[in-house]
């Protein structure tokens, strides 16, 4: 050993600080030991193992839909679940599942990535459209309201089309690519903006039992800098671009905050999510009460959901009629006659029932 050592020393390189044979290949940034491919592989795809077993993500017999993107994350997501299911034999029916924001240059290009994957993995895909959703894309949304408060829509919408696809699906659970590092960011933005409601459960790794379909993240614990890692030396096929609508977002100044922070200190993702974990809500807190949206049944704290409220307003050249709080507008509806849609010139968000 101590030959192999020296050997490898004169050849410029530390052996793996796991294996004790093969040649250090990278530096992991949660741990910041020096392994080997080999070991990376391993300990990666394990630690996520561990993490479904722990939390029992997932029961035998099970139909998953993984929410597709094409990005680094749902691409990782999908190889390695894959990969569990049948290494563990978890026993689950797996499905890809994407959402056509209707963004050209981006979006069509990443779904041509997901639909390379479903070959790849031999995953059935299954995409919606916010057009045929919502009847509205987001490039006509953008070119209505402009690139300040895009994001809002899309969030709202994105949240509902990957409910009403899993409904599609008849799926038991979605599975979702979310991090390490995008937990972190939420409860960051959760604090920054008072949001005591999300607050409370965005660090849960399962959440919406409650609701139709329950989502959960098995990367909760992952770190983002080792997916990317993992992709590249697996040479996995992903769309590596970032949407063209939101260099402003607020997320992102939140993103560089905590890029900053890992480079002082690497825990500081996992003690922020810690963090968000043991956070109490006071009993004294007045929580939204959760009900069913009256127009189109899906779960809502207010007469209607935010995607109906923000589709008002585009459907009657108001779209910022639905920013920031609804609570206005739902009361303002009280007094105004019901229509049942047959105002609304598009499709409305109720397209597709729970």
């Not at 409650?210 to 992903?238: H, N, Q, S, W």
Request: proline share 3%; hydrophobic share 35%; aromatic share 8%.
């Amino acid at each position: 050993m101590e030959e192999a050592d020296g050997k490898a020393k004169k050849a410029g390189g530390r052996l793996c600080c796991i294996c004790n044979q093969r040649r250090a290949a990278l530096k992991r940034p949660k741990t910041l030991e020096q392994i080997c491919r080999e070991c990376f592989y391993e300990v990666f795809e394990e630690e996520i193992h561990q993490v479904i077993v722990d939390n029992q993500l997932f029961r035998r017999g099970e139909r998953i839909a993984i929410g597709a993107s094409g990005g680094k994350d749902s691409t990782v997501l999908a190889y390695v679940l894959s990969e569990l299911n049948r290494r563990h034999n978890y026993g689950l029916d797996l499905f890809l599942l994407s959402v056509d924001e209707g963004i050209t240059g981006y979006r069509d290009d990443s779904l041509e990535t997901v639909k390379r994957n479903e070959i790849q993995y031999g995953l059935p895909l299954k995409v919606v459209s916010y057009k045929d959703l919502y009847g509205w894309t987001m490039d006509e949304i953008v070119k209505m309201i402009g690139l300040k408060n895009n994001c809002t829509f899309c969030g709202v919408f994105r949240r509902q089309a990957l409910d009403r696809g899993a409904a599609l699906l008849k799926v038991d659970k979605v599975a979702t690519g979310h991090n390490a590092d995008d937990i972190a960011e939420t409860v960051l933005l959760n604090i920054l903006r008072g949001d005591i409601a999300r607050l409370s459960r965005c660090t849960s790794i399962t959440t919406g039992e409650d609701g139709p379909i329950p989502r959960c993240k098995p990367f909760k614990y992952t770190y983002e800098k080792e997916i990317v890692m993992y992709a590249y030396f697996k040479r996995l096929d992903y769309f590596s671009t970032e949407c063209i609508y939101s260099p402003n977002a607020y997320r992102g100044f939140a993103r560089e905050f905590i890029k900053d922070l890992e480079r002082i200190r690497p825990r500081a993702i996992l003690d922020i999510i810690k963090s968000g974990e043991n956070f109490r809500i006071s009993t004294t807190t007045k929580m939204p009460e959760q009900g069913i949206c009256e127009r189109c049944g899906y779960i809502s704290s207010q007469k209607w959901c935010k995607a109906c409220v923000l589709l008002e307003g585009l459907n009657r050249g108001l779209p910022k009629l639905g920013i920031g709080r609804s609570r206005g507008f739902n009361k303002d509806r009280k007094g105004r006659k019901e229509n049942n849609g047959t105002s609304i010139e598009s499709k409305q968000c109720g397209t597709l029932d729970f």
